[in-house]
């Protein structure tokens, strides 16, 4: 795996979203899916589904549209891309894993895993540092503050690669998902996993269960009889059915500093796909309107119930 200061350390896993935290026991799989990153728009003027909190509406019913759409334009932000730009740390070099290592939270064998770097793969390093257990050149410093050991590394002018690598039009690496489940997280039937999907078509016993509270990444979903499976890395196979397949979104919240709520407005996003705008409050008021998920509101303070 390769590093790079904009992403971090690959499938480190501590990038939002996309590249999940861990590896799933399912196996890190790539494809389109939910769950991803990506950037939240500026203030937008709005209302949640919910009926908990309520848009100021003018009298025009199309006047709440009119306003969400002035509102969602992107804003250019060039202070943002002074601060991203002055914030790169240069590397004070590029090294070539001789074999697979692990990246560290310590300069220390033995400290929180914070990540894999494959072998062969090159990534940035940014200072030297002292540490314990490392013979040879010792601990130094990647990509999100973690630490490897240099002695299976070579010196190297390869730079290394963003990861994940996204396919064209993709917010994410991955198809993410999991089993269905109630509210309460109780699985609503045992979701077997098979061997490959030719195993899952004979009807061969699975190899194990897809487990509750735990999410699944897949790389490939293939039509068979009798529907549709999910492959992952690994190529085994389960069920789409099973599966609660996660959405993807822009969502990455929003910078306070460079857009502050002013006054009494309150920022929200949208939780549902998609949020309904209606002309007044009320589940029976007319619908002048849809928002995406996970798209960015302003609201008026103060909530109104009525009707739901």
Request: proline content about 6%; glycine content about 12%.
């Amino acid at each position: 795996m390769s590093l790079s200061r904009s992403l971090g350390i690959g499938c480190i896993s501590v990038t939002l979203a996309a590249c999940m935290v861990g590896e799933p026991e399912g196996g890190l799989a790539g494809g389109s899916s939910s769950g991803g990153i990506g950037s939240g728009s500026t203030g937008v003027t709005g209302a949640s589904s919910t009926g908990a909190v309520a848009v100021t509406l003018d009298e025009q019913v199309v006047t709440p549209i009119e306003r969400l759409q002035r509102a969602s334009a992107p804003i250019s932000t060039p202070m943002a891309d002074d601060v991203a730009m002055a914030d790169v740390e240069p590397p004070i070099g590029h090294r070539v894993a001789g074999r697979t290592m692990v990246v560290l939270a310590e300069p220390r064998w033995g400290a929180a895993l914070r990540g894999r770097i494959d072998m062969g793969h090159a990534f940035a390093i940014y200072e030297t540092v002292e540490g314990k257990g490392c013979t040879g050149e010792g601990w130094a410093r990647v990509d999100q503050q973690g630490f490897v050991c240099l002695r299976d590394t070579t010196p190297s002018r390869r730079q290394g690669k963003d990861l994940p690598v996204l396919n064209p039009g993709k917010l994410v690496p991955f198809m993410y998902g999991k089993p269905l489940a109630d509210r309460a997280g109780k699985l609503l039937a045992p979701v077997p996993r098979y061997r490959n999907v030719e195993a899952l078509l004979r009807g061969d016993a699975p190899v194990d269960h897809l487990e509750a509270h735990h999410q699944y990444a897949f790389i490939e979903s293939r039509r068979v009889e009798g529907g549709v499976v999910l492959l992952d890395r690994s190529r085994r196979a389960v069920r789409a059915e099973a599966v609660q397949l996660e959405r993807s979104s822009e969502f990455h919240g929003r910078d306070l500093a460079l857009h502050p709520v002013v006054g009494d407005e309150v920022a929200a996003w949208s939780a549902e796909a998609p949020t309904l705008v209606r002309a007044a409050p009320g589940a029976a008021a007319a619908v002048v309107g849809r928002l995406d998920y996970h798209r960015e509101l302003v609201l008026a303070p103060a909530p109104v119930r009525q009707d739901g």
